[in-house]
């Protein structure tokens, strides 16, 4: 009895192995042509690649399972190509939200610390380097409350821009606050959104592709960059002091023809008082 047992599990065995091997067989087989099309492809290319290469190659399909486990267990890795950063940046800021246009071209306001706009743009300075303005204009006064000058288009340019506003403002913010941007990716974003909710003000955003919804701030820029010689700053430094003292400037000395003829600090205290 113990003999039969013992040749029973033997022939057992000898039945697994011969199937082992002929799977380790097939498998190295379809490896070798898998990783023909792979080389062939120069390696960028993925499990669905060669699925549909294998039905050519071996006249039908292959399970795209079985083609991912030949890779897993030899090791064909497939070369991923990087996402162009524009790209990205433009995919992220089609997913983000955007708000309608509640400004709707509305500029001649009364009331200072109603209704803003904010834009950001870009200074090519003397060194080849360019850095980026990000800025808040109150619309009633066209006095600049807030700026940041960055290296970089990160969302920190914006996010201390508007943390700056909120300083300046020390929560004394209007009931019907209102801020307005374009559709860009900074101004779409989670975190820009999130602040702006918190400070307690309504987001109005231009529609895409139309620049005189937000005129106001990009007619700031054209003064800024006809007034100031940023192309002659050799660095980051000294670029920050040349938009401080033209924005000071702007701000407290230079007169405005529609601000009947005051400066933006002393039309915000003209309006107060009235």
């Not at 029973?8 to 498998?27: F, G, K």
């Not at 943390?163 to 913010?173: P, T, Y």
Request: hydrophobic fraction near 35%; include cysteine; glycine fraction near 6%.
């Amino acid at each position: 009895m113990l003999a039969e047992v013992s040749r029973s599990v033997y022939y057992a065995w000898l039945a697994r192995t011969d199937s082992v091997s002929l799977r380790e067989e097939r498998d190295y087989a379809d490896y070798l042509l898998l990783k023909y099309v792979h080389d062939r492809h120069k390696g960028k290319i993925g499990y669905r690649g060669l699925y549909m290469e294998m039905l050519d190659l071996i006249g039908g399909p292959m399970n795209h399972k079985r083609i991912l486990r030949i890779m897993r267990k030899f090791g064909i890795v497939t070369k991923i190509r990087r996402q162009n950063a524009y790209r990205k940046i433009a995919k992220a800021t089609y997913e983000h939200k955007t708000v309608p246009n509640h400004l709707n071209r509305r500029f001649n306001q009364q009331e200072p610390g109603k209704v803003f706009v904010t834009d950001n743009t870009y200074l090519r300075i003397g060194s080849g380097q360019t850095v980026y303005l990000s800025c808040v204009k109150d619309i009633a006064t066209r006095e600049i409350m807030a700026h940041h000058v960055s290296k970089s288009l990160h969302m920190e340019l914006v996010l201390h821009t508007t943390n700056k506003l909120a300083e300046r403002l020390q929560g004394n913010v209007h009931p019907e606050a209102m801020i307005h941007s374009d559709q860009g990716f900074h101004y779409t974003h989670p975190a820009y959104l999130t602040r702006i909710r918190e400070m307690g003000m309504l987001q109005s955003m231009s529609r895409r592709g139309n620049c005189l919804d937000n005129a106001p701030m990009e007619s700031f820029f054209g003064h800024l960059k006809d007034y100031v010689d940023y192309k002659l700053a050799s660095d980051l430094d000294e670029v920050c002091a040349m938009v401080d003292a033209y924005i000071d400037y702007y701000n407290s000395e230079r007169r405005q023809w529609k601000l009947q003829k005051m400066t933006p600090v002393q039309y915000r205290s003209h309006l107060i008082a009235a």
